[in-house]
């Protein structure tokens, strides 16, 4: 597995989709994504798994599409314990030569500077760390009844009649 590539030849115009020099797949180690798990729970010994295709137009832009798979531990801001959250990435991205470039016309699609010297583990785990969520939590926690994703009120709380109600009944005693 190479890990720095030329990302300009892996986005060449005119390259075939599935030509091997526009293809590069791998696994890595979890574990050496050092910024990815920074702060995180302890992970488990998993592998992360990525494909990157570069394609070229006839106009000369040129494109990656990025794709990973990660099973991440994580710790529910609800609960506090630690679940599994398994990471999904695919994410197409306009390769530009400059900086400046980096500021373009069409606001859709987002843009690396590209090298001759690119570290594909890095394009990796910054994929990685924006597909994680701001606030993870569990869907239904294990440890709190009745919490889930859709009611952020435990269950007591939905039950008790409200304050407003005590005030309505004191207007009409007066």
Known sequence: MRDVVDLFALTAP?????DENTELSGRH??????RLVAGLPAQADTQVQWFLRGEGTV??????????QAQVTLECQRCLQPFVLPLQVDNRLEVV????????????IERIVGSARFDVLDLIEDELILSLPSVPKHDVCPSVPGVSESSDEPE???????PFAALKRLKKDS
């Open 156 to 162: 007591d709380e939905a039950r008790r009649p409200s």
């Open 97 to 108: 030569r400059r900086q400046s470039d980096l500021e373009g016309d069409d606001d859709e």
């Open 29 to 34: 180690a979890l574990a050496g994504f050092k």
């Open 14 to 18: 005119g390259a075939k989709k599935g």
């Open 59 to 68: 106009a000369g832009r040129r494109f990656i599409n990025v794709q990973a």
